[in-house]
């Protein structure tokens, strides 16, 4: 059993806790993710790490509710306990394995969207910790589902924020702040990208245009999450990788996004879609297979 | 009674299991068991204990039988394995014990798959338990996976005295035995945890949701968490896929995610959180025990299932009494065709497999007739699920974070078969991480062979 720490409402329907899970705590890097289940009979739910502390033992999770799942993780508070809680998965992100001399010299951008920015705020983290200053553009479908932007705004470079109705800060999509800040003369070497399968594909389409390798970090669906499945294939450059133990994160530029915005929907119903689509209303941020 | 003719076990009809996940095979009672024990010659020479991979002392269990003593002839088990009540449901009996015994010469050989299932179960309907651990040694030994070898393993080395805890990938303990296996073969809850429960009422602790090599490594479990030795028992993991166009169609599964689905999370049972594809056709491609396994699980959950295997009937890896069972439940077998793509519509579901015929050419390196393609013999085969069903290779994740740990070029780990030695000091390695995908009972005679190893390496260390 896994004790919650704090949890807390950070807008409509996203929630963050925080967890203790020493031997997680220990290991785990930016990029890598953990399984979680709520009870005895709850489904495997994988969530990207999105902090960390070492010492305190604890590793904290985002998540967004898109079903029964993650509904009635919402329900528990902080004294609560999870079932299981496993990782950490996946492989670290890049930046980790690269030497600090290199990234000082580069310029990084992270494109964030929705709920995607609570696994860019560790990255963002680590690279300050090195003395790395990292821009970040956060997006949001609206001002009050932008989430985690005062923790953000503490260890970015610069830190954009743009919301799709205009409700704060930059008007439209992440890919018109990364548009606009290269017209002013930014130039990046390097764009990681998280957020809503779709909004990946469309920053790839661009940064691709642009020049600047990108990295996207995969959220497909798992079971085990470590390699015995194969749920989480993805082709990456004409090759099957699985997200669980090859990514999650991959090159963007050579990800099929079109195969795996396919693959999200394999267990979504017709009438699935629709009680989404209720529920969610005007804060619907993707992953419904309706609209990708 | 014909003494050249096992007494029958009761099974389920296939009409009615067809529709079920209840355990298929029943079992023998009392009565039953003491006739079939009585056609034992009690040969001086066992040569079914050779056949078994963990030598259980066959005659003597059934013996005990004969006598009605089915507490002692639990005790002789034990003595030698830590899972009866799985052995007795899954081990290829006809090719291991029961294929070397004398009664099998002119007629059929004695059940003793059936016997053992038969005193396993007893012991745990009548709560006996296997004999405790002697005094501790203190020292500390750590398992690496909680299926058939880690699980014989570590039984092995608590009753020597070892300190030992098995570190469990999964959040339930079992490995194959409860992700793999399906229910209606080898019942989760009744059978499986329930001899989990035995080898841990002899001290042995299990710790879930560790993945070694994510979670903690073998270099500091060693030298951080004070273990004097490791066994890896970590299994082959890893699905393959055939590599044909259309298999990242929505509706293309390995076998390992469909059982897991259905076996581990429970989706067979529509309550379950976890889903599961209810395809109305399905084809699962390849002829093992895992095959079988897949397309009866497809059958009880509403399917119509082909088995698409690209060799004869006769070269069916899987066990002939599973190939039996599948066909009594209705089965479609298509033998010698293969699958050269899979269709899909446009919204990227399977809809179709585009197939070959083959016929046997000459013997290939595995001595099986190779097959080849029938000219001009492509078809389409209408389908809306395909399970691949190829085998599995070991998980690099151990291998890939262990420093000095030698793996061959499949990737499994290198260790001796006698006592399970790898390239690493102190650590020992068995299971389906050496072999590659196996069977239940070999891996636990490998387990086996480790804890004689690692008991060997720490007495001597000393």
């Known amino acids: 059993m896994y004790k919650i720490l704090e949890a807390r409402e950070l807008a409509a329907n996203i929630y963050l806790m925080?967890?203790?899970?020493?031997?997680?705590?220990?290991?785990?890097?930016?990029?890598?993710?953990?399984?979680?289940?709520?009870?005895?009979?709850?489904?495997?739910?994988?969530?990207?790490?999105?902090?960390?502390?070492?010492?305190?033992?604890?590793?904290?999770?985002?998540?967004?509710?898109?079903?029964?799942?993650?509904?009635?993780?919402?329900?528990?508070?902080?004294?609560?306990?999870?079932?299981?809680?496993?990782?950490?998965?996946?492989?670290?992100?890049?930046?980790?394995n690269e030497p600090e001399e290199e990234l000082k010299k580069k310029s990084i951008l992270f494109v964030a969207g929705g709920v995607g920015t609570a696994p860019v705020y560790?990255?963002?983290?680590?690279?300050?910790?090195?003395?790395?200053?990292?821009?970040?553009?956060?997006?949001?479908?609206?001002?009050?589902?932008?989430?985690?932007?005062?923790?953000?705004?503490?260890?970015?470079?610069?830190?954009?924020?743009?919301?799709?109705?205009?409700?704060?800060?930059?008007?439209?999509?992440?890919?018109?702040?990364?548009?606009?800040?290269?017209?002013?003369?930014?130039?990046?070497?390097?764009?990681?990208?998280?957020?809503?399968?779709?909004?990946?594909?469309?920053?790839?389409?661009?940064?691709?245009?642009?020049?600047?390798?990108?990295?996207?970090?995969l959220n497909p669906i798992m079971v085990d999450g470590?390699?015995?499945?194969?749920?989480?294939?993805?082709?990456?450059?004409?090759?099957?990788?699985?997200?669980?133990?090859d990514g999650p994160e991959f090159d963007g530029h050579k990800v099929d996004f079109d195969q795996a915005m396919k693959r999200q929907q394999m267990y979504k119903t017709a009438e699935g879609r629709a009680a989404l689509k209720e529920e969610e209303g005007d804060t619907h941020h993707g992953g419904c297979g309706n609209c990708g | 009674m014909d003494v050249l003719k096992k007494v029958p076990v009761r099974?389920?009809?296939?009409?009615?299991?067809?529709?079920?996940?209840?355990?298929?095979?029943?079992?023998?009672?009392?009565?039953?068991?003491?006739?079939?024990?009585?056609?034992?010659?009690?040969?001086?020479?066992?040569?079914?204990?050779?056949?078994?991979?963990?030598?259980?002392?066959?005659?003597g269990f059934i013996e005990k039988v004969k006598e009605g003593d089915v507490e002692a002839a639990y005790q002789v088990i034990s003595e030698a394995s830590a899972l009866p009540a799985v052995c007795g449901r899954v081990c290829p009996q006809e090719s291991q014990c029961e294929g070397k015994c004398i009664r099998g010469i002119k007629g059929e050989p004695v059940s003793i798959g059936k016997l053992e299932r038969f005193v396993a179960d007893w012991a745990r309907e009548n709560g006996i338990k296997p004999a405790g651990a002697k005094e501790k040694n203190g020292k500390k030994v750590a398992v690496?996976?909680?299926?058939?070898?880690?699980?014989?393993?570590?039984?092995?080395?608590?009753?020597?005295?070892?300190?030992?805890?098995?570190?469990?990938?999964?959040?339930?303990?079992?490995?194959?035995?409860?992700?793999?296996i399906p229910e209606f073969r080898l019942p989760k809850e009744d059978v499986v945890a329930k001899e989990i429960e035995n080898v841990k009422s002899l001290g042995v602790k299990i710790e879930t949701n560790v993945v070694v090599g994510k979670s903690v490594t073998i270099d500091e479990l060693l030298e951080e968490e004070g273990f004097d030795a490791v066994f890896i028992g970590s299994g082959a993991g890893l699905p393959k896929f055939m590599g044909i166009p259309g298999e990242q169609a929505n509706g293309v599964f390995s076998a390992n995610e469909y059982l897991t689905r259905s076996n581990l999370m429970k989706a067979f049972n529509e309550e379950s959180p976890t889903p599961i594809m209810r395809g109305k056709k399905v084809a699962v491609v390849g002829g093992g025990?895992?095959?079988?396994?897949?397309?009866?699980?497809?059958?009880?959950?509403?399917?119509?299932?082909?088995?698409?295997?690209?060799r004869s009937e006769e070269e069916l890896p899987a066990r002939v009494e599973e190939v039996h069972h599948a066909k009594e439940e209705g089965i479609?077998?298509?033998?010698?065709?293969?699958?050269?793509?899979?269709?899909?519509?446009?919204?990227?579901?399977?809809?179709?497999?585009?197939?070959?015929?083959?016929?046997?050419?000459?013997?290939?390196?595995?001595?099986?007739?190779?097959?080849?393609?029938?000219?001009?013999?492509?078809?389409?085969?209408?389908?809306?699920?395909?399970?691949?069903?190829?085998?599995?290779?070991?998980?690099?994740?151990?291998?890939?974070?262990?420093?000095?740990?030698?793996?061959?070029?499949?990737?499994?780990?290198?260790?001796?078969?006698?006592?399970?030695?790898?390239?690493?000091?102190?650590?020992?390695?068995?299971?389906?991480?050496?072999?590659?995908?196996?069977?239940?009972?070999?891996a636990m005679g490998a387990g086996k062979a480790g804890a004689r190893g690692i008991d060997e390496y720490l007495k001597n260390k000393q």
């Open chain 1, 18 to 96: 925080e967890v203790e899970a020493q031997r997680i705590a220990k290991r785990c890097q930016p990029g890598q993710f953990i399984i979680v289940r709520t009870d005895e009979e709850g489904e495997r739910i994988p969530l990207t790490i999105c902090d960390y502390d070492r010492e305190k033992g604890t590793v904290t999770i985002v998540f967004q509710i898109v079903g029964a799942g993650t509904k009635k993780m919402a329900k528990l508070q902080a004294g609560d306990y999870f079932h299981d809680f496993v990782g950490p998965l996946g492989c670290a992100s890049e930046l980790v």
């Open chain 1, 122 to 217: 560790p990255q963002v983290k680590w690279l300050k910790g090195k003395g790395v200053a990292a821009d970040v553009i956060v997006g949001a479908k609206t001002k009050d589902l932008l989430i985690l932007e005062k923790e953000m705004e503490a260890v970015a470079g610069n830190l954009y924020v743009t919301t799709d109705d205009g409700s704060y800060g930059r008007s439209g999509m992440v890919t018109q702040t990364v548009k606009d800040l290269v017209e002013e003369g930014k130039h990046y070497d390097v764009c990681i990208a998280i957020g809503p399968m779709i909004m990946m594909k469309f920053v790839c389409k661009l940064t691709k245009e642009l020049g600047i390798p990108t990295v996207v970090s």
């Open chain 1, 226 to 245: 470590t390699g015995m499945c194969g749920a989480c294939r993805v082709t990456v450059d004409g090759e099957v990788k699985f997200a669980c133990v």
């Open chain 2, 11 to 59: 099974e389920q009809d296939a009409k009615v299991r067809a529709a079920n996940f209840e355990e298929v095979c029943l079992g023998y009672n009392k009565e039953e068991a003491m006739e079939e024990a009585s056609r034992c010659i009690n040969c001086k020479n066992a040569q079914c204990i050779k056949g078994c991979p963990v030598a259980i002392n066959i005659p």
């Open chain 2, 144 to 180: 690496i996976g909680s299926g058939p070898a880690g699980l014989t393993c570590a039984g092995d080395l608590a009753k020597m005295g070892y300190e030992v805890t098995i570190f469990e990938a999964l959040h339930e303990p079992g490995g194959v035995l409860v992700y793999g």
């Open chain 2, 289 to 310: 025990n895992v095959a079988m396994d897949a397309a009866r699980t497809a059958l009880r959950l509403g399917a119509e299932v082909h088995i698409v295997y690209r």
């Open chain 2, 332 to 442: 479609i077998f298509d033998l010698l065709t293969n699958p050269v793509e899979i269709l899909a519509d446009e919204s990227g579901w399977v809809c179709g497999m585009k197939c070959v015929r083959m016929e046997l050419g000459e013997p290939d390196e595995s001595g099986r007739r190779r097959p080849v393609v029938k000219p001009g013999s492509e078809f389409v085969i209408e389908v809306d699920t395909v399970i691949m069903s190829l085998g599995t290779s070991p998980n690099p994740l151990i291998s890939s974070t262990t420093s000095g740990l030698e793996t061959n070029k499949w990737k499994c780990i290198v260790a001796d078969e006698e006592f399970g030695k790898t390239t690493k000091e102190g650590v020992y390695a068995g299971g389906d991480a050496v072999t590659g995908a196996a069977t239940v009972i070999l």
